[in-house]
């Protein structure tokens, strides 16, 4: 098992270097950062005094080792549009995009998972192919598209809802503002999540109805049957659990893609967060904001995929046995 | 003669199981008619309107925000009203479908062309070949092609001015929804490839020293092509999405030649004012368009396919 986490371990951290090599390269050699954060005045002299000071005549292995030290304790150096510390910027936003993501998984986790079952276990019923049909045209309207609608209905037609922003925050200490607190925070995250959280649910929904259907004509249900156990008992305490891997697996996967698309409802709805500040600095070449976008979410992928291969071993005996020999 | 051989050829694809599926799916045969519907009037764009929206000499101020010819103050020579700058909104639709599908199709050709070779290459030769391609193919999948395209799309901006960006913009865009997306078809040839390898007439090519080139592109590659081409269907309105996303937050196709996905960028901002219309149409026009392909390539994959379902 520790051989199995150090070995995991070992892996994402290579993920994680190549990430940080092509995103010091992206830094480094993608356009000029010296013509990039000096006025058009600045004299030749002075430009090649800067490139001493920032170390960028030093040979390209130092430079990258330096990249690594920097960025680990925080450093991504100063954006070029905003002229201040990314490292600020970023945690400013922070908060928002987590607290987007974190309501929609948990919307797109209960609605998927309440959806799945329903569909899976009770394949005939009306309702099933309401769901079925509903999460079709779900998959192909484009976020965007579903975020506009809700803006349109519930914003611009019945005025329920903010369309943009994320209402009144709270700061709490250490810096994390919170917009969870207020009323008006919890109407402006509604249509935001709702729009964020909609694929999600139908992927998650159709894999554990997919799967539902294939544990349910195993013979080991039969038997279960056979015996005269409780349906209940059966679906939830057998089928259920013997459809978790590939669940935790899409699951996992959905979670950080919710952070990826992030970017787009936080476009729709001007949230105040992490995606939008990436959008701006591609729109701009913002390279430092750009470079330290992408290793941040890339750590969010790793940290996820580490966490789903550790539930593996929760949810699943076979694989602590097989370990074990 | 000639009738005859006709209604040969007519009873035998008529008979045929595949003409039987589709005339029996209903859904289907609408969405293909929509989609060939759709494809006419982007492609004839040209001969279809007499209004060139993108034209900048042809702006039209005085017909700006002119709504839908049956609402009221419309006008049936713009039938589906104008936008901010009197263009016809029906037009730029037209227009915009032709940039979104050229997007759509080219990208998911190159994807094509790389991930074919790449997963035949892996599930022929096998070993630390294999391991190397589809290692790179598994890491490259955590990421939504989303983010990977938007990465590209940001290095080209950095690297290029924006006069040059503006001229290359579709291009670059095709490259980057084309690069992000090439796994999926690399890892469905790559299964297709590794089950051929060990059959008896790849044995039999090896015996009579046909190169091992001649044997993938001639042998391997005919019998794996299949399935990838029906799921490259399905890509085909994944890439519109990825490209009308794109579009929308401003870093696709510039609004000089707008593609569907800007326009309901541009109608956006009226929503508010109360003109639906600029981004309600182009927004149809997209959810249909992707729709349609959709319900076509899921066709296609149940009755070519139904192991992949």
């Keep these: 098992m520790a051989n199995f986490i150090l070995y995991r371990l070992f892996q994402s951290a290579i993920v994680m270097l190549i990430v940080a090599l092509i995103s010091f390269f992206l830094f480094n050699f993608v356009g000029d950062p010296i013509s990039n954060m000096v006025g058009q005045e600045t004299t030749v002299k002075d430009m090649d005094e800067l490139r001493q000071r920032l170390g960028l005549n030093d040979p390209v292995i130092v430079q990258f080792g330096r990249f690594i030290v920097d960025a680990l304790q925080g450093d991504f150096g100063i954006s070029y549009r905003l002229q201040r510390p990314v490292e600020e910027l970023i945690a400013e936003r922070m908060p928002a995009t987590l607290e987007l993501v974190f309501v929609s998984a948990i919307i797109a986790i209960g609605l998927g998972v309440a959806g799945g079952l329903f569909t899976g276990l009770k394949r005939s019923h009306w309702f099933s192919k309401f769901i079925l049909t509903t999460s ?32 009144e925050v709270v700061d709490l200490k250490g810096g994390w503002s919170t917009g969870l607190l207020t009323v008006s925070g919890w ?96 729109q701009f070449a913002d390279v430092p904001v750009m470079s330290a976008y992408l290793i941040l979410v890339a750590l969010f992928f790793v940290v996820i995929n580490l966490i789903v291969d550790l539930l593996y071993f929760v949810v699943d005996p076979r694989l602590r046995a097989e370990i074990k020999n | 003669m000639k009738d005859v051989s006709i209604s040969k050829w007519w009873a035998g694809v008529s008979d045929h199981d595949v003409t039987y599926s589709f005339l029996h799916s209903p859904v289907t045969i609408v969405a293909t008619v929509a989609t060939i519907l759709m494809f006419a009037a982007a492609f004839g764009a040209s001969f279809l309107t007499i209004y060139t929206p ?47 599908l050229v997007v759509g199709i080219l990208s998911v050709l190159l994807s094509v062309s790389i991930g074919i070779p790449l997963g035949i290459i892996a599930g022929y030769y096998g070993g630390w070949v294999d391991t190397a391609i589809m290692r790179f193919a598994d890491i490259q999948l955590t990421i939504p092609p989303i983010l990977i395209a938007l990465m590209i799309d940001g290095i080209t901006r950095t690297t290029l001015s924006s006069e040059v960006h503006e001229i290359v913009a579709i291009p670059v865009l095709i490259i980057s929804i084309g690069v992000a997306s090439w796994p999926q078809y690399a890892r469905i040839t790559r299964s297709g490839a590794m089950v051929e390898r060990r059959k008896d007439y790849i044995a039999a090519a090896k015996l009579i020293q046909t190169p091992t080139a001649a044997i993938m592109v001639r042998h391997v590659l005919p019998n794996v092509i299949g399935p990838t081409l029906i799921v490259a269907t399905i890509g085909v309105a994944v890439a519109i999405i990825i490209e009308a996303t794109l579009s929308f937050l401003g870093v696709g ?27 309600f149409f182009p927004a149809f026009t997209l959810v249909i368009l992707v729709l349609s392909v959709n319900l076509i390539g899921d066709w296609l994959r149940d009755t070519f396919n139904p192991k992949l379902r």
């Design chain 2, 54 to 100: 993108f034209d900048p000499g042809s702006l039209e101020l005085r017909e700006a925000f002119m709504p839908p010819a049956w609402e009221q103050g419309g006008n049936s020579e713009h039938l589906l009203g104008t936008d901010g700058q009197g263009r016809d909104i029906l037009a730029a639709i037209m227009y915009g479908t032709q940039v979104s």
């Design chain 1, 187 to 282: 109407k402006a995250i509604i249509l935001p999540s709702i729009t964020l959280a909609l694929y999600q649910t139908t992927l998650i929904l159709r894999i554990i109805r997919s799967e539902l259907l294939e544990v349910m004509r195993t013979d080991f249900i039969k038997f279960a049957r056979a015996r005269g156990l409780k349906s209940r008992d059966i679906n939830y305490g057998h089928a259920l659990k013997n459809t978790l891997v590939p669940v935790i697996t899409v699951t996992g996967l959905q979670i950080g893609s919710l952070i990826a698309f992030s970017i787009v409802t936080e476009t729709v709805f001007q949230w105040p967060g992490m995606g939008a500040l990436f959008i701006q600095a591609v």
């Design chain 1, 136 to 167: 079709l045209v779900g998959i192909s309207l484009p976020t965007f598209i579903i975020g506009i609608l809700l803006i349109y209905i519930f914003a611009v037609k019945l005025n329920w809802l903010p369309s943009f922003g994320r209402g």
């Design chain 2, 253 to 279: 196709i510039p609004s000089t030649t707008p593609s569907l996905g800007t326009l309901i960028r541009i109608g956006n901002s009226f929503l508010f004012s109360g003109e639906w219309w600029i981004t």
